[in-house]
């Protein structure tokens, strides 16, 4: 079981509720879905640009590894987590788009608490472990969000 507790696997989950409260109670509204769309496009990038980040430093992008290296800078400068902020702004904007805005304020709040108890305390034990100071300094100065 423990090979599928990944995150990517955890937000199709969530993925599937949304679309299922679009069903169940759709709210259509074209600026929320255009709002949406625009959310999902930057999640997408914000993605994007922390995994390539992560590539050029030749650090794990896996969950549970340990990474070579610690990221403070481009990206991780503005949040410790950017694939897994990336990963509630989509979810919050597929909410818009798909029309169910009303799930968005259930699912994406219940996404983050899962992500924070399941992920990143453990994440960023390691990361103190590994890095001391230098990850206590950068634990102080950069959120764990935004």
């Known amino acids: 079981m423990r090979k599928v507790d990944l995150p990517p696997v955890w937000l199709a989950a969530f993925v599937v509720l949304v679309w299922i409260a679009s069903w169940i109670a759709p709210l259509r ?3 929320l ?14 993605m994007a640009g922390a995994v390539v980040q992560m590539l050029a430093a030749r650090t794990t ?8 290296r610690l990221l403070t800078g481009g990206i991780f400068a ?3 987590n950017p694939i897994y902020l990336a990963d509630a702004v989509l979810l919050g904007g ?3 788009y798909w029309a169910a805005p009303w799930a968005a304020p259930l699912l994406v709040p219940a996404f983050i608490a899962l992500i924070n108890r399941r992920f990143i305390g453990a994440e960023e034990e390691r990361l103190a472990a590994l890095y001391g100071p230098a ?3 950068y634990e102080s100065q950069t959120r764990r969000w935004i």
């Open 61 to 68: 992008v896996i969950p549970r590894r340990d990474p070579s």
């Open 78 to 80: 503005m949040s410790r």
């Open 33 to 46: 879905q255009i709002a949406g769309g625009v959310l999902v496009l930057v999640a997408l990038a914000l």
């Open 29 to 31: 509204w074209a600026p």
């Open 135 to 137: 990850f206590r300094r």
């Open 94 to 96: 597929l909410c818009l």
